[in-house]
């Protein structure tokens, strides 16, 4: 792909008043539903950025995981305030197959920043600061993997790790899903293409360690649905998430009735990554909230 031809057209396109006054259909739907034909979606910029900021926090956990460290300082500026990274380590993986598959995924979604920050040239959003301790802990409580007042830590053991990955990869498949209708240039639309392929091929991943832990450890499956449970709880009313199933009744690949993964809206999305039912702006994984335009969780109900 031309990554001059996507910086210049991203460039020509990036978020501006014209893109803030799209993005509020965003926000409110029904915005877009009145005036279809005023700019009811966002800028493709505006989705690329969005898209950057997800990447950034699934690097910064992969690598911190398999590396010690996370994106380097180059890496993660941009418009808006850069925020710091709290929490992270490496993890003392006990199998090879998650050791060797974790720093696989750490190496694309590191490429996948680096290629989404060329795409968006000078419109790139800095990196916003990103919880992975105390947002993982109060993921875990809320689904019930742990009870008020302990701790849970992604980076303890394998076992974890795949917990931790688990939370983040079927999101993000869902949100690139979700956002491939917004996409109004087919260069983009290719690159989105691209990259949701990548995230299925994580999650598969992800999900069939899991089922393959289950089978030694049938609380593992529990587990799991459990933190699905968590999330279908946040993103809406529909209930579309699903868990790995049980040793006699494997679920490896979550789809609808057509076979075909199901998307979520970027507002659905926010409310996972926020940890927030209800319309926020941050928390969770986010604690400062995103930068660029797409900032706003929706209410589940």
């Known amino acids: 792909m031309d990554n001059w031809f996507i910086t210049e057209s991203v460039s020509r396109s990036a978020e501006s008043e014209t893109d803030r006054r799209r993005l509020a259909a965003l926000v409110d739907p029904g915005v877009c539903r009145a005036d279809p034909a005023g700019g009811g979606s966002p800028s493709d910029a505006a989705i690329l950025n969005f898209a950057l900021n997800l990447e950034y926090l699934e690097a910064e956990f992969y690598l911190r995981a398999t590396t010690g460290s996370g994106l380097p300082d180059e890496m993660t500026t941009g418009t808006g305030e850069r925020g710091e990274v709290s929490g992270g380590g490496s993890v003392n993986f006990s199998s090879k197959f998650v050791q060797r598959f974790a720093k696989e995924i750490a190496s694309d979604e590191m490429q996948h920043v680096a290629f989404l920050r060329s795409a968006l040239g000078n419109a790139a959003v800095a990196r916003p600061a990103i919880s992975l301790d105390t947002s993982f802990t109060a993921a875990a409580t809320a689904a019930g993997l742990i009870k008020q007042g302990e701790s849970f830590d992604p980076y303890a053991n394998d076992l974890n790790f795949l917990f931790a990955a688990f939370l983040f990869e079927d999101v993000g498949v869902s949100a690139f899903k979700g956002s491939a209708s917004l996409l109004s240039n087919k260069t983009y639309l290719d690159a989105a ?7 299925a091929y994580h999650a598969g991943i992800v999900r069939s360690a899991l089922y393959s832990v289950g089978l030694t450890d049938d609380t593992v499956f529990d587990s799991v649905q459990k933190l699905s449970d968590a999330r279908n709880s946040l993103d809406g009313p529909a209930d579309d998430d699903q868990g790995v199933g049980t040793a ?11 076979g075909m993964c199901y998307g979520r809206s970027a507002q659905s999305v926010l409310n996972i990554v926020y940890l927030s039912p209800t319309p926020a702006a941050s928390g969770g994984f986010y604690p400062a909230g995103l930068n660029g335009e797409v900032v706003m969780s929706a209410g589940a109900a």
Request: aromatic share 6%; charged share 20%.
């Open 193 to 199: 293409a691209g990259l949701l392929a990548t995230e």
């Open 248 to 258: 006699a009744d494997p679920n490896f690949i979550p789809t609808d009735e057509n």
